[in-house]
Structures are given as C-alpha cells and as structure tokens.
T-cell receptor, first 113, second 115 residues
C-alpha cells in the first residue's frame, strides 16, 4: 500500500506565476489535509477536504489560494500569482476517516524567485 | 482558538539517557497524536491517544495522555542517535462532543542525541 504521494518534490516559480501542488492520498483514504511549514516554524493547517467537499478552510489565505479534491484524481493546492512569502514546504496528509491518524507525504518545497 | 504548547523547544541528550517531551493544550482534546520529522522530510506517525489516562508504548517510546485530556508526554528510554529529529504533537480539537476533524500542531521539539 503506497503512502501519500506528493509531487513535485521541489518547485521553483517566478513571482506572479501559478503553482500547482498535487497530493494522492493513501488507498482507501477520503480525507485530505494541507499544511504549510515555514523554516523554524511549526505546521500551519490550511485546509481539510473530503472527496469533492471542502470541510474546513479556516487556515487558507482568502486570496490567491484554492484547494480541491475531485472525485477522480489527486487533491490539488493551487497558488495563483505567487509571491516570495509563499516560499515554504507544503505537506499533505490523508486519513481513512475523520478521527483516525493522518499519514503525511514527503512534501513539496516551493521556492519563489 | 485551540493551541498546543510543546516543551522544551530543543533538547540535547547523551546517548543512553532518558528524556521526556511535553505537549499542553489550552482546551480539552478529542485525540492526541505524536509524530516525528527528520529534516527536510515528511512526518512519521508514532502514536495516537484518545482516552483520558491512556498510555501506549512502541519500542523505547511511551506516550501518555492525562485524565483531563489536556496534556500529553512522550518519553524515550535509553535514547539512540536514531531518535534524533523533531517531535510534534498534533490534536483534533473537541467540538460539540466530537472532533472538528482538522489536525493542529505544536511547534515541535528538536531532539539531538550525542553519541
């Protein structure tokens, strides 16, 4: 059973471009969580999705950021018009049910130049 | 809003020594999770605690959740260099008798083990 797969592992974007981060949850997991981690800081919750639905997006910036988890295919975290402050490691996690342990991917390291 | 405080922020121990990391919540928790992160990598799930007073062990690591479900400790016995990393506690806030669903995290405890 493959773990949570995130791609790409590293992504470089120029200011103003769009960044698309993908997350394929573990088989049988329908709950997906996205987090952002800045150097020397903790994991900040961004958004919680369950197949086609956004359950909680209280940690997501209101502008430029969006997330989806379609019926078929991976979950996507999309950042439009990236700025230098968006540079961070973005982690995705998945769980089979709402209250079970979440398993993490290896992350996507976004660098905005 | 729910917050998790971890202590200490960092810890350097001699190989073979025991150590304890603490995680305190500002509110009652629905569930408490411990993870380990190596630099530049994703989080590895260690243990999950849900019941007040619950204690779980895996190899040389023991985690406990207090009766009030607001404080947890992670204890490592006879530490080894392989235990080095960042330990994070995560929790699902309690909401109307159930969980809110999302997981929040403390800032982590950086553990170094000197050979």
């Amino acid at each position: 059973n493959a773990g949570v797969m995130q791609n790409p592992r590293h992504l470089v974007r120029r200011r103003g471009q769009e960044a698309r981060l993908r997350c394929s949850p573990m088989k049988g997991h329908s709950h997906v969580y996205w987090y952002r981690q800045l150097p020397e800081e903790g994991l900040k919750f961004m958004v919680y999705l369950q197949k086609e639905n956004i359950i909680d997006e209280s940690g997501m910036p209101k502008e430029r950021f969006s997330a989806e988890f379609p019926k078929e295919g991976p979950s996507i975290l999309r950042i439009q018009q990236v700025v230098r402050g968006d540079s961070a490691a973005y982690f995705c996690a998945s769980s089979p049910y709402r209250d079970r342990a979440a398993f993490f991917g290896q992350g996507t390291r976004l660098t905005v130049v | 809003s729910q917050e998790l405080e971890q202590s200490p922020q960092s810890l350097i121990v001699q190989e073979g020594k025991n150590l304890t990391i603490n995680c305190t919540s500002s509110k009652t928790l629905y569930g408490l999770y411990w993870y380990k992160q190596k630099y530049g990598e994703g989080l590895i799930f260690l243990m999950m605690l849900q019941k007040g007073g619950e204690e779980k062990s895996h190899e040389k690591i023991t985690a406990k959740l207090d009766e009030k479900k607001q404080q947890s400790s992670l204890h490592i016995t006879a530490s080894q260099p392989s235990h080095a990393g960042i330990y994070l506690c995560g929790a699902r806030p309690l909401n109307y008798g159930g969980s809110q669903g999302n997981l929040i995290f403390g800032k982590g405890t950086k553990l170094s083990v000197k050979p």
